[in-house]
């Protein structure tokens, strides 16, 4: 095949860039994967050396800039250092410092010497699940660089005892996760805010199931649907709301801590739903006969999984 003209191909990538067409997911799916691996292939040594040694950095600056709700007010309109700085309470200094950052890594845009403005990156840092996302640096993050010491220590045997894990040794502690999160209420809550939003947009079972067909007649006392250590009912919702008018009951089950965090600050479109309390490795208190699993919950699973 011949070698496609660089200069023309450039120009071709700087058009989409600049337009960022609309297009099917298919269609920028694709494009997203073919412009990943093009990345990766032009990589030299140092280029693939640097990228790999400083990506934790990415992980911590972004939890930076959330914290301080940079990428909010950047998609809000404030554009300039000096504004950024005051707004945020931020040494002016240091706000120079993490706007080149950012806009290195392409979490923001520069258009010129103080001139910053929000892109998609942008966007996504500034919705609840780029906001709920401290677990990534504090829990995931101290657990994954403890990853490569844990392996050494287990001479390099597959993980499988579940008191024994990267996490245990990167958080310091001989609790599993969720023993964890009940004595550390603020990761709780961004825990469980992770898990309602971390999914927003992908497909779910009901994308290819009639469900009213599926569930048959039904009346007010009829469980149409049980999430099993179902968070804050996100995917209880998306039932629901499309079906308003299905009689029966929608029910979430969890453990106590969470039931509490729910009942006190539910998500939008929680009304007409129920939520019980249950410890998924006890017997199921709801006696029903199973019609159809729509997703086995991760930590459903035995406990050694």
Known sequence: MATPDIATFLQQIDAVLQKQ????????CRLREA??????????????SHRIAYAPLQVGLAQVGVDLRLFEMIR????????????AKVDPVLMRRLLRYYQS?????????????????????????????????????????AFPHFLRRTNYRNPSNPNETAFHLGMQTDQDLLKWLESHPDYSVNFNMWMSTQRETKPIFLDVLDFPSKIGPSDESTVLF?????????????????????????IVQD??????????????????????????????????RPRMPAQVPPRARQRSC
């Open 105 to 145: 890594v392409g979490m923001i845009s520069q258009l010129d010497t103080d001139i910053f403005v929000a892109n998609n990156v942008t966007d996504a840092l500034a919705l609840e699940m780029g906001r709920y996302g401290e677990g990534r640096t504090d829990v995931l993050g101290r657990s994954m660089l």
């Open 35 to 48: 412009g990943r691996k093009l990345s990766l292939a032009m990589e030299i040594p140092v280029d693939s």
């Open 226 to 250: 049980v999430d099993i250590g179902g968070s804050r009912g996100h995917q209880s919702i998306a039932v629901r709301q499309p079906y308003p008018d299905l009689p029966g009951r929608i």
């Open 21 to 28: 067409p609309k297009l099917p997911d298919e269609e920028r």
């Open 255 to 288: 453990i106590p801590r969470v039931v509490a965090e729910v009942t006190a600050n539910p998500l939008p479109g929680f009304e007409n739903i129920e939520i019980i309390e249950h410890d998924r490795f006890t017997p199921q208190p709801l006696k029903l």
């Open 76 to 87: 809000d309109g404030l554009s300039s250092q000096a504004q950024l700085a005051t707004e």
